[in-house]
């Protein structure tokens, strides 16, 4: 649970701001939806490889 202490901020923006930092700095978001399907290991490292490859590829058409 993330609690922020208003009484550090001026406003009640600041603080909200701060605790929108917090939550997405702690990854709550992106773990729930790594959660909603299982992925078996062996997709996950087939969709890893092809993204490096995809990165270098756009790589070397850059540097041409």
Do not use: C, W
């Not at 605790?19 to 959660?35: A, F, M, P, S």
Request: zero cysteines.
């Amino acid at each position: 649970m993330i609690i922020i202490n208003t009484r550090d901020f001026k406003s009640i923006d600041q603080a909200l701001k701060h605790y929108k930092q917090k939550h997405n700095k702690i990854g709550i978001v992106k773990e729930l939806r790594d959660r909603q399907e299982y992925v078996k290991p062996s997709i996950k490292q087939r969709d890893k490889l092809l993204k490096a490859q995809y990165k270098q590829k756009l790589r070397n058409a850059s540097e041409e």
